[in-house]
């Protein structure tokens, strides 16, 4: 038989193909999905153009790195410059003082591990000096196939010139070294090489330290592109090339540049950028990690898209909701008659009554639907209804609180639940229980929608059992438990105004159903609670059980269930069930603080009696020593005892517990797995008033304590002996700084105090310091900083003594430890330095500063000029008129007299104040500050007669010579120092072209330099 089929709609109300509101809603449609293409279009282009800027920043940054490191490796290589011309010049000239001396300022100059070797090549590529070997000549070893000597042998390298090789791995050194050369020369004629060993990993480390990235690089290749240094990885790269077709390599004419590549060497992308150094065939590059440059935007920016997507989603969304909704309400109103015909016919067949009641804001009450059954219910007719005359049928000991219910519904818009009783037209009283709910109308009245059924039954059996429960609880009063039922068929459950009390309620009758009772029940309770009940049920065990109920205040209340099932059903099922509650929190209480005062304590615990055997052991003890399966209540003490020394020793304790009611000693015992661990026992009588009862042991575990008193011994003793030993004066402070906790006798004789360290210790620190020189007791007397060291803080004693003392905060977090002061001698190491800048600045043939130190001074004095801190001053550039022809005559070695001569007349002749220096060979420059043109003239005349009046004696004989000189003013309109000088020269070299031995003053129009000479600048 086939399914009735619904009735069909008539013609008028079914929906035509495709109306007028599709078209609409489809060009709606469209417009939406146009503005979305476009805003993504927008969005889109706005990510691109901010990667493009981080990543022109990126670049940027990449530059000032790059030309950074540029400078640095040109400071760098300008020193190994002067460093190489210092050591070719010494050899050259046979001083081998000299030369030993500048090779052992190498090594104390450069940091440890920068320079590997210094060594010397003949010409014919033999090694005949290394500072490796102590300067003794190595293994034969030999150089002519290396690049770095054909380049000199073969007349590549200009003479003079310094030269970077391809690092090469040196056959005495044994290690990779980057050859920086110089040309041996004697009468003119090639005589070999000076190499002198940079370490690539020296570079390389000083690279990594520019970075943070792990991926980010710096390089350093020749202009041919063979790598010298590489940050990472400087072992796979040494001695190969760059790969062809970087720009640094083929853009010649350009300083620096940028390129993005992914390296051969490890396959990362990065942004590189590269400078070349000034004066050096050589370039830095420098790379950043593309990912890790650009990581910080992309989640940006992804996130942006998500947000975007999801906004989009939305409107798309809200735009077809909005267009399915318009489709769905005119179907709606197309079904809407519909519909109201089959609500009707289903209203007709609910119990009860369904109605709508309207509360007029005039306070007026009226029911704009209602179905037959409110009529039914109050043997009314079909209606209208109004809630006047549905209020005459209503009780009138009910009146007052129905009316009170519906008003407080009203005002605070919550639902309406209430019970009340009708008085019909023939005197029958019925119960109404009525549900609704209510909310505001535009009209400003309320409007609820509900439903009233006839409760009338179920109100007479709630009577009689509440009726039937009265006379049961007068049997239980004395006894005070509450009663409860449980229907178990209908799932009702039934509780007593005792079991609502026991929990803090006052006559709340809340629980209906088994689970409103379960949810009072604590989570770890609950699991037992219905084992129990299926034990009983299933298998008659009784029914008796604890739990803990939630009470009223929030808390939890012991409560012991009984109950038994009083029906069940032909199958055996149960049907309902009786029980009572009883409170034992008391009793529960009771039993916990017991346990908790044992079981739970961190102790172990033991009773015992006097016999010393074990009555009693909480928990910890029992997990401490008892074996396995085998429980320690029964054994004797003796069990527990490594030995029977132990076990009679403690034994020995019972007469004091006795006399004095408790004892205490440390005792080593026996845990599970056979270990010893050590305790701290208290003993004492379980009653006082017997001494030969039973004795409770209390004992905590103090083996670690044990450990850290050996530990803490041991480490003093290290500590002790490391001060002792330690390199240097030590004093250690207490945290407060006024006391001293040690100091060895190294600080002593270093501060110069005649007593034994250890009578300071534990002294106050103030006393040392009284007794110490002013100068040391300034820096001691200084506190050290919160967040770590004072370092290089110096001082110089009486007698030249120099001392360096650190002061070291020592702090943990949240805690100050105390102040550590280190003190070392300092004084052959200041030494050094100052030996060290002498020699660098100086000309070691003259004495007079040389070329680097003369242009220094000669800058500072232009920054005083043109900062108004001094009027001007004159340059004067002097050479020795024919000093050719004096070595050529008399020899180098007279030549060598002739220019200390001159050195020395310049010093005698020159005012306090003016500067005379070596710029190389022949050539000196004098500075004159403070001088105007025509005094910096007179001066000038004056030396020329002073040195052509005072021949210079040497072994060759007396030598005659005479000097020419030009002067230029540096004063605020002079361009730079470099201009200055080199309009000095431009006025030396017209009088040696006006016939020698005169003094020339630049003038406008002279010109600014010698033909076929480079004019001086400042390196």
Not at 521 to 528: A, F, K, S
Not at 598 to 604: F, G, H, K, N
Request: charged share 25%; aromatic share 6%.
């Amino acid at each position: 038989m086939k399914p009735p089929a619904f009735p069909r709609l008539p013609p008028s109300l079914r929906m035509p193909a495709l109306s007028r509101a599709a078209w609409r809603t489809a060009a709606g449609l469209s417009v939406v999905g146009a503005g979305c293409a476009l805003y993504w279009m927008a969005l889109l282009d706005g990510h691109q153009t901010q990667r493009a800027h981080l990543q022109e920043q990126t670049q940027l940054r990449v530059g000032q790195v790059a030309r950074a490191l540029a400078t640095q490796v040109s400071t760098l290589f300008s020193g190994l410059d002067y460093t190489t011309r210092n050591l070719t010049a010494s050899y050259e000239a046979g001083d081998q003082a000299a030369f030993l001396l500048a090779v052992h300022s190498i090594e104390e100059t450069f940091p440890r591990g920068a320079v590997q070797q210094v060594a010397i090549v003949d010409a014919q590529g033999d090694v005949v000096y290394s500072n490796l070997t102590g300067g003794r000549p190595p293994v034969p070893a030999n150089v002519t196939d290396r690049e770095h000597f054909a380049v000199h042998a073969s007349g590549q390298v200009a003479a003079g010139a310094m030269y970077v090789g391809r690092p090469v791995l040196g056959r005495v050194s044994k290690r990779w070294g980057i050859p920086i050369t110089r040309a041996i020369e004697h009468d003119g004629a090639f005589a070999g090489i000076v190499i002198l060993s940079v370490s690539p990993s020296y570079l390389s480390g000083f690279f990594r330290e520019v970075f943070d990235q792990p991926n980010d690089v710096a390089l350093l290749v020749r202009d041919d592109g063979v790598y010298l240094a590489r940050s990472t990885k400087d072992a796979e790269v040494l001695g190969s090339v760059l790969p062809a077709g970087r720009s640094l390599l083929t853009d010649r004419h350009n300083s620096h540049g940028n390129y993005e590549v992914t390296a051969t060497v490890d396959g990362v992308r990065r942004y590189y950028a590269w400078s070349r150094t000034q004066g050096y065939p050589m370039v830095v590059s420098a790379g950043l990690d593309r990912s890790a440059a650009m990581a910080p935007l992309e989640p940006v920016l992804h996130a942006s898209k998500v947000r975007s997507a999801i906004g989009t989603v939305v409107v798309v969304a809200g735009a077809l909701l909005v267009a399915w909704l318009g489709w769905q309400r005119r179907r709606s109103r197309e079904l809407l008659a519909a519909s109201e015909v089959r609500l009707h016919k289903l209203v007709a067949q609910v119990p009860g009554a369904l109605f709508q009641a309207r509360l007029r804001s005039d306070g007026a009450l009226d029911f704009p639907f209602a179905s037959p059954g409110l009529g039914a219910l109050h043997r009314l007719g079909a209606g209208p209804f109004t809630g006047r005359a549905l209020l005459r049928l209503v009780h009138r000991d009910d009146v007052r609180r129905l009316v009170a219910s519906i008003a407080a519904s009203a005002r605070d818009l919550v639902g309406w639940d209430h019970q009340y009783r009708l008085r019909l037209a023939d005197g029958e009283v019925r119960w109404v229980h009525g549900h609704a709910n209510p909310e505001r109308i535009p009209e400003g009245g309320v409007l609820w929608h509900g439903f009233l059924h006839d409760v009338t039954v179920e109100h007479a059996v709630g009577e009689a059992l509440r009726d039937s429960e009265q006379r049961l609880r007068l049997t239980v009063d004395a006894v005070q438990d509450g009663l409860w039922e449980w229907n178990v068929a209908d799932d009702v459950v039934r509780l007593d105004a005792r079991c609502y009390a026991m929990l803090g309620y006052e006559g709340e009758d809340f629980i209906h159903a088994f689970a409103a009772f379960a949810a009072l029940v604590h989570p770890r309770d609950l699991n037992r609670l219905q084992a129990d009940l299926r034990g009983h049920f299933e298998e008659g065990r009784d029914y008796r059980t604890e739990v803990r109920l939630r009470t009223a205040e929030g808390g939890w209340r012991w409560i012991e269930s009984r109950g038994e099932v009083t029906e069940r059903d032909a199958g055996g099922r149960p049907l309902r069930m009786l029980g009572t509650h009883s409170d034992i929190s008391a009793r529960v209480e009771s039993e916990h603080l017991v346990r908790a005062l044992l079981d739970q304590s961190s102790a172990v615990i033991f009773v015992a009696s006097p016999e010393r055997r074990i009555l009693h052991a909480n928990e910890r003890a029992e997990q401490a020593f008892a074996t396995p399966g085998e429980p320690l209540v029964g054994q004797n003490f003796r069990a527990i005892h490594p030995d029977d020394g132990g076990f009679e020793t403690l034994g020995q304790d019972y007469a004091l517990l006795r006399s004095r009611g408790w004892v205490q000693r440390e005792v080593q015992l026996r845990v599970r797995g056979g270990g010893l661990r050590w305790f701290e026992a208290h003993g004492s009588l379980l009653d006082p008033d017997d001494p030969d009862g039973d004795v409770i042991w209390t004992l905590f575990d103090t083996t670690e304590r044990h450990h850290a008193q050996a530990a803490l011994s041991l480490a003093q003793q290290r500590l002790s002996a490391l001060i002792a030993r330690f390199p240097g004066g030590v004093l250690l402070d207490d945290p407060d700084g006024g006391r001293i906790v040690a100091a060895n006798a190294l600080l002593c004789r270093l501060l110069r105090l005649d007593i034994d360290p250890t009578a300071l210790a534990d002294g106050p620190r103030d006393a040392l310091v009284r007794r110490l020189p002013a100068e040391a007791a300034a820096l001691l007397l200084a506190d050290a900083p919160a967040d770590g060291d004072r370092l290089g803080l110096e001082v110089q004693l009486p007698g030249g003594t120099v001392l360096e003392i650190d002061q070291i905060a020592l702090n943990a977090p949240g805690l100050r430890l105390g102040r550590l002061s280190i003190v070392r001698d300092v004084t052959a190491r200041r030494q050094r330095e100052s030996q060290l800048e002498r020699l660098a600045t100086t000309d070691t043939l003259t004495g007079l500063p040389n070329r680097r130190a003369f242009m220094l001074r000669l800058q500072q004095e232009y920054d005083a000029v043109r900062g108004g801190r001094e009027p001007a001053a004159v340059v004067l550039m002097l050479d020795i008129d024919h000093f050719k022809r004096v070595n050529d005559t008399w020899g180098h070695a007279a030549g060598d007299e002739v220019l200390r001569h001159l050195a020395s007349l310049l010093g005698r002749e020159l005012r306090r104040g003016d500067l005379a220096g070596r710029l190389g060979g022949e050539e000196f420059a004098v500075l004159l500050p403070g001088t105007s043109t025509a005094d910096g003239a007179a001066l000038a005349e004056r030396l020329r007669l002073a040195i052509a009046a005072a021949p210079v004696a040497t072994g060759a004989g007396r030598i005659a010579y005479t000097v020419s000189f030009g002067s230029s003013v540096l004063d605020r309109d002079t361009v730079g120092p470099d201009t200055c000088l080199a309009q000095a020269d431009a006025a030396l070299y017209q009088s040696k072209h006006a016939g020698r031995n005169r003094v020339t003053a630049w003038v406008p129009g002279m010109g600014m330099s010698r033909p076929g000479r480079l004019p001086y600048t400042l390196v």
